[in-house]
């Protein structure tokens, strides 16, 4: 129950031939100045055992990310402290935009992606998080994002 976005905001096609960027299912470099990796903000849905997750990408300093990568395949990397970054997927169904709210990113066992921590702020998205979602408001997203114009949400 979810939908993810393929590639930071920031990511434009042209950027696959240059040799300093980088884009993989989870994770991203734009120019060799800008990193960021991939992960799930995670919702409850009220009366379900389940979450509903955004799939998104959030940017990381170039020593948090190079530590992400050392970590990555690494047994016990959930024991690994936060990644402070910043959400950079654009996610149209909320406003204010969800571009740059900050982030905690958790590292979890070897194959399966961050959970995102959103700052609980005011952020109808981080409001969401911390308290929760309808299935009724599942459907809604899922009304929003099937008649969307983009194809990556």
Known sequence: ?????????????????DPDSMLSPDQCVVQGRHFFIKGLIEIPV???????????????????????????????????????GWLTTELSLYSPSTLDLKTNAHTRPIGRRPFIELEPTDHPLAVEQRTGITQDRVREIAEAVLHSDRDDL
């Open 46 to 84: 009220i009366g379900r055992d389940d979450s509903f997750s955004w799939g998104v990408w959030v940017s990381l300093s170039r020593d948090n990310f190079a530590r992400a990568l050392d970590m990555w395949n690494t047994p016990g990397r959930e024991a690994e402290k936060p990644y402070f």
């Open 1 to 17: 129950m979810g939908y993810s976005t393929m590639a930071p905001d920031v990511w434009d096609q042209r950027f696959a031939d």
